[in-house]
């Protein structure tokens, strides 16, 4: 299995709450896998490229079971465990280290420590390799990769604009990744989450006793990230009061927690993202001109993936081997049929939408590649009028939409090399009707070959 380009820690817990808490916290700087069973902890260690297990309770531990499966995975790859004891005791803390665990923690548990100790143990190498994850050779996303490598070795505030699915984090993930900050946490803060009465708690944390129900103090999102990067996702659909409070925060390097008497010192990296034309939204007064000038210093526009249509081959080809390395099926890839299919389709979801419905097709498959067959959530959704179709009644067709039926015709026809059933399949016309179109839009197979859609590349079978 080849050897993932990013570290991947296994949250091995059978608490929820400290595996979601500590994902967040490694954000940015490694891949988490989960697991909450013995079984699933040896299957997931033998089956992947784990850098690092962070091992607390799980289901079905009966007298250091986790410990003694550890024991067997020594001889395996695993270097790095970082041990969590709820209840701890000597035998306990000597079993965990003749298991091989690196670290020791017991109650009281910081996870911020914890995770800062994780980070410091993975693979320098693999830590500042995220640029890998960036799938895609077009023009749009070379200079994607310049200006992520320009920004990333500065302390710039980094704005990240693009559709809803274009990868927005990802990119805010490898800036993070090859900053000076990379060893701290990214803390990702979904801003169009966060309700107005919990903005302060929320980002600011709070002090024990600051309202009904506050029994322990608790870290916001800010403290989290001191030292790293804080990514305001989506800072579009923010509040005007939050943005006033998030301003404030990022203009004097201080925050207030709830019922604190004094500021707290914080230092982090911003990044912000959206997937509005942010222009408009001050134009609109949606969003504070001082909070978009105080945003709006370094720039990176993600392309819509069908602006890069050149791109996908090796999208599906990643995405599918990430599928296949987490859930270990033998599924290769898909066929050149079902390529064409994906091609021919316009993705307003973007890869979010592309890898939901190679998802789907990854479990459907039974041949070992994924086929047109397996892809019915596809079909459903291009085969769905759209909203405007459903009003209108059989409208006459206008030129550009006789030139795209062209095009398609001409794409499909050199992906299946100029197999006229399998592109009837795919266009869902009659094998005649296909014949009849190619003559009478004039083509010929060695034509089709010199169009500009034969730039897209099929991987040989």
Sequence with gaps: ????????????????????????????CAATVDCNTVADLVFKTRAGDIDAIVLGSLADDRSSSSLEALRRLRPEKISTVVFIADQSSEDLAIGAL?????????????????????????????????????????GGMRRVRELIQCFGKTEATVLITGETGTGKELIAANVHRISSRAGAPMITVNSSAIPDSLIESELFGFEKGAFTGAVTP?????????????????????????????????????IQPLGAKKTT??????????????????????????????????????????????????????????????????????TNGALALLCNHDWPGNVRELRNILESAFWLSTSGQIN??????LHRIRSAPTPMARKTKSP????????????DLVRI?????????????????????????????????????????????????
Excluded at 106 to 130: D, F, M, W, Y
């Design 98 to 138: 003749q298991a091989g665990v690196r670290y020791y923690f017991k109650n009281p548990i910081c996870l911020e420590e914890v995770a800062r100790t994780v980070l410091g143990l993975l693979p320098q190498q693999k830590v500042h390799s995220g640029l890998d994850c960036i799938v895609g050779d077009s």
């Design 218 to 254: 608790q870290k916001g999102r800010f403290a989290l990230a001191h030292g790293g990067t804080i990514f305001l996702d989506e800072i579009g659909d923010m509040s005007r009061l939050a943005q006033a409070k998030i301003l404030r925060a990022l203009e004097s390097g201080e």
């Design 413 to 461: 026809l050199t992906a299946t090399n100029w197999n006229k059933s399998q592109t009837a399949e795919l266009m869902k016309l009659s094998r005649m009707t296909v014949y009849r179109k190619i003559n009478q839009y004039g083509l010929q197979s060695d034509a089709a070959s010199s169009t500009a859609y034969s730039r897209l590349k099929l991987p040989a079978h």
């Design 265 to 334: 010192s914080v230092d982090v990296r911003l990044i912000a993202a959206t997937h509005q034309n942010i222009e408009a939204l001050v134009a609109e007064d949606k969003l504070r001109p001082d909070l978009y000038f105080r945003l709006n210093v370094a720039r990176i526009h993600v392309p819509p993936l069908r602006e890069r249509l050149e791109d996908l081959p090796k999208l599906v080809e990643h995405i599918v081997g990430q599928f296949r390395q987490k859930w270990g099926r033998p599924v290769a890839g898909v």
């Design 372 to 377: 047109t067959s397996d892809l019915p959530l």
């Design 396 to 407: 006459a067709l206008p030129s550009w939409q006789k030139s795209s039926e062209r095009d």
């Design 1 to 28: 299995m080849q050897a993932s380009s990013i570290p991947i820690v296994l949250l091995a817990d059978v608490n929820v709450r400290r595996r979601s808490l500590l994902r967040r916290l490694l954000e940015g």
